[in-house]
């Protein structure tokens, strides 16, 4: 791989994804984000896509591939929730967050993956959560599509190692985004009692252990699933 790689970032107009695009940018990559209202940040190329479609994903790649050449390094990062009870939860409310979260990622890693086998290598991170492995209540449709994450990553590590690409899978715990300040305060807090280092991860920090992830040091590693979650999955 270049020094200064091709790297997409899904949903990276914000939270997560924008600290992800930002420090890679930092590090010397040619960065491309997905976005799909607003206008992308400043200062990043940014392609309009909804995970959800096929369509919009090839278009989004190619569009990238014109500008920075092919993705090299792909954060499959964009995701939803829609809390409820399973008891109440619709059908439609479980689909969308399985299909934005999950087939989401098998879509933007599928188009990916054809360039970087003939590249001779490659980087893909899936954003997971702490959720995937403890399961939360009102969480099952987002736990299911975070844990599936896990067992869609080790499968493509598995297909991909052959072929000098890697895949790993990074489980934020509670990190402060637009997605965590939904969560109610009674429960918020509860949450970070439960945390053992007693507080709330940063994006700065989920995007220190992607750019890892993604660079020269991280080489013999795939399969796994590296928490940024103040210790509060340890054991799972
Ligand atoms: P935000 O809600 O701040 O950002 C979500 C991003 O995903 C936005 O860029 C959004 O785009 C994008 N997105 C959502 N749906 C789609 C779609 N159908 N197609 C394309 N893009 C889409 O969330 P976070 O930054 O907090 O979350 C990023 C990832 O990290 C998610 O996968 C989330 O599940 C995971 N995570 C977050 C944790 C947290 O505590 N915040 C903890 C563990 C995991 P748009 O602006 O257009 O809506």
Same mark, same amino acid.
């Given at each position: 791989m270049a020094v200064s790689r091709s790297v997409l970032i899904t949903g990276g107009n914000?939270?997560?994804g924008l600290a992800v695009a930002r420090a890679m940018a930092? =590090? &010397?990559?040619?960065?491309?984000?997905t976005h799909r209202s607003d206008a992308p940040p400043p200062g990043l190329f940014g392609v309009r896509c909804d995970v959800t479609d096929a369509g919009q994903v090839d278009r989004?790649?190619?569009?990238?591939?014109?500008?920075?050449?092919?993705?090299?390094?792909?954060?499959?990062? =964009? &995701?939803?929730?829609a809390d409820r009870l399973v008891a109440v939860m619709s059908e439609a409310e479980f689909a969308t967050v399985l299909d934005t979260n999950l087939t989401g990622a098998f879509r933007v890693a599928r188009r990916a993956v054809p360039?970087?086998?003939e590249n001779r290598g490659g980087r893909i991170i899936l954003v997971s959560s702490v959720s995937g492995m403890l399961g939360a209540t009102g969480q099952a449709n987002y736990s299911a599509s975070k844990a599936g994450l896990i067992g869609f990553g080790?499968?493509?590590?598995r297909e991909l190692a052959p072929r000098n690409i890697t895949v790993n899978v990074v489980t934020p715990g509670?990190?402060?985004t637009d997605m965590s300040a939904a969560?109610?305060?009674a429960r918020r807090a509860a949450m970070v009692r439960a945390i053992p280092l007693g507080r709330t991860g940063t994006v700065e920090e989920v995007a220190r252990a992607v750019l890892f992830v993604a660079g020269p040091d991280a080489g013999c590693l795939t399969g796994a699933v590296i928490p940024i979650d103040g210790g509060l999955g340890m054991g799972h």
């Open positions: 914000r939270g997560i930092a =590090a &010397g990559d040619r960065v491309a984000i989004a790649f190619t569009e990238v591939e014109a500008e920075h050449g092919p993705v090299e390094v792909l954060v499959a990062n =964009a &995701g939803i929730a360039p970087m086998v080790r499968s493509l590590a509670l990190i402060d969560i109610p305060e």
